[in-house]
């Protein structure tokens, strides 16, 4: 199976991840960066102007996940409740 790395990056900073993960496919890294930008999420409460480069065992970077991808992933899964600091103004 192909290895994966998960890459965070804010502005200029870059925080590699040195050991990655063995997955199926590219469709199952971008799972993965999104249930990691949702631990992220939960653990910091908050993921703003992040981005998750995934990138494969050759160094090309597969995909970029932001922070506005996981967390519409979030709403539309139903893992973010509306709550009245969230929900649009009526």
């Not at 870059?14 to 063995?22: N, Y």
């Not at 703003?48 to 539309?76: K, P």
């Amino acid at each position: 199976m192909p290895r994966y790395y998960f890459h965070i990056r804010e502005g200029a900073t870059l925080i590699r991840d040195t050991s990655g993960q063995e997955l199926s496919d590219a469709e199952a890294a971008r799972d993965e960066a999104i249930a990691t930008g949702l631990a992220l999420i939960s653990e910091r409460g908050r993921l703003l102007h992040r981005t998750i480069e995934i990138i494969d065992e050759t160094g090309h970077v597969v995909e970029e996940v932001s922070s506005r991808d996981i967390l519409f992933h979030a709403n539309y899964a139903g893992v973010i409740q509306p709550t009245a600091e969230n929900s649009p103004r009526r």
